[in-house]
């Protein structure tokens, strides 16, 4: 385990466990957002995780789309896609 990894899931994460810390992210999987997601699910730990998307991010069948403007070339369906 890196030294990273290791921070989040042996001090980062329990002290958000501990608190009933609200832990607020950009809602990627990638980076320290990806650290303190898996020490979460890694420690069991139940403290509230809230990934903020940016603007133009859509969700389309559980999978994370980044949306260019101008070149969106798919049809609305509200229960396909959830725009932001």
């Known amino acids: 385990m890196t030294n990273e990894k290791r ?4 001090v980062l994460a329990p002290i958000a ?4 810390a609200y832990v607020v992210d950009g809602a990627t999987d990638a980076g320290v957002m990806q650290l303190i997601g898996e020490a979460r699910t890694y420690i069991n730990a139940r403290f509230a995780l809230i990934g903020v ?4 991010i859509v969700c389309i069948k ?5 949306v260019i403007l101008n070149q969106l070339n798919l ?10």
Do not use: D
């Not at 921070?7 to 042996?10: H, K, N, Q, R, Y």
């Not at 466990?17 to 009933?20: D, V």
């Not at 049809?75 to 932001?84: D, E, K, T, W």
């Open 17 to 20: 466990e501990s608190l009933g």
């Open 53 to 56: 998307r940016p603007e133009f």
């Open 7 to 10: 921070l989040f899931t042996e």
């Open 62 to 66: 559980n999978a994370w789309l980044r």
């Open 75 to 84: 049809l609305y369906n509200p229960s396909v896609i959830q725009l932001a």
